[in-house]
T-cell receptor, first 114, second 111 residues
Framework: AQSVTQPDIHITVSEGASLELRCNYS??????LFWYVQSPGQGLQLLLK??????LVQGIKGFEAEFKRSQSSFNLRKPSVHWSDAAEYFC????????????FGQGTELSVKP | DGGITQSPKYLFRKEGQNVTLSCEQN?????MYWYRQDPGQGLRLIYY???????QKGDIAEGYSVSREKKESFPLTVTSAQKNPTAFYLC??????????FGSGTRLTVV
């Protein structure tokens, strides 16, 4: 069955430090991969997506992610975290051959220390 | 997000009552989805619709119902059969190669 795993439930980093959020997926076909960010009580905002091509994708707010097929991973990175990046981050796989359903990981909550 | 509107933002349900959550879009996309979010569980798919007058059950459809009479609208009814309805509900549209856009959500609370 298809699944997405985000191993880290909560991460705390200092402002200005680098960040990497992990995401592993289980899916037999070529995946469509997404990272979303959610502030408390709000909807989800798309940070970036991977459909095909270059495995390093750039997103909004200075985020990037790298697709590694051999590791079934799609980790999110940012070189220097800002206090406003504190939020919950979700990785998701899009099943375009199954009605376009999105399968989400459980989320990683990011806290930023001053 | 622009183009997809969920209402109300907050909703309270009494025991044994049905309530309906609204999701409207003006982006002319066919595919629409309803997700439920609970703390620590990510988002789980309730129902989805790829075209008017057609919809399919997701992973947790029990206790919910939907309709898709118009392309713009995909309302979700939480019925009295849903024993634990307190959650945050999110509606989304699929924008082809641009991915998915989510509404701002409805928080439903049982009182």
């Amino acid at each position: 069955a298809q699944s997405v795993t985000q191993p880290d439930i909560h991460i705390t980093v200092s402002e200005g430090a680098s960040l990497e959020l992990r995401c592993n997926y289980s899916y037999g076909a070529t995946p469509y991969l997404f990272w979303y960010v959610q502030s408390p009580g709000q909807g989800l905002q798309l940070l970036l997506k991977y459909f095909s091509g270059d495995t390093l994708v750039q997103g909004i707010k200075g985020f990037e992610a790298e697709f590694k097929r051999s590791q079934s991973s799609f980790n999110l990175r940012k070189p220097s975290v800002h206090w406003s990046d504190a939020a919950e981050y979700f990785c998701a796989v899009g099943l375009y051959n199954q009605g376009g359903k999105l399968i989400f990981g459980q989320g990683t909550e990011l806290s930023v220390k001053p | 997000d622009g183009g997809i509107t969920q209402s109300p933002k907050y909703l309270f349900r009494k025991e044994g009552q049905n309530v309906t959550l609204s999701c409207e879009q003006n982006l002319n996309h066919d595919a629409m989805y309803w997700y439920r979010q609970d703390p620590g569980q990510g988002l789980r798919l309730i129902y989805y619709s790829q075209i008017v007058n057609d919809f399919q059950k997701g992973d947790i459809a029990e206790g919910y119902s939907v309709s898709r009479e118009k392309k713009e609208s995909f309302p979700l009814t939480v019925t009295s059969a849903q024993k634990n309805p307190t959650a945050f509900y999110l509606c989304a549209i699929r924008r082809g190669g641009d991915g998915y856009t989510f509404g701002s959500g409805t928080r439903l609370t049982v009182v």
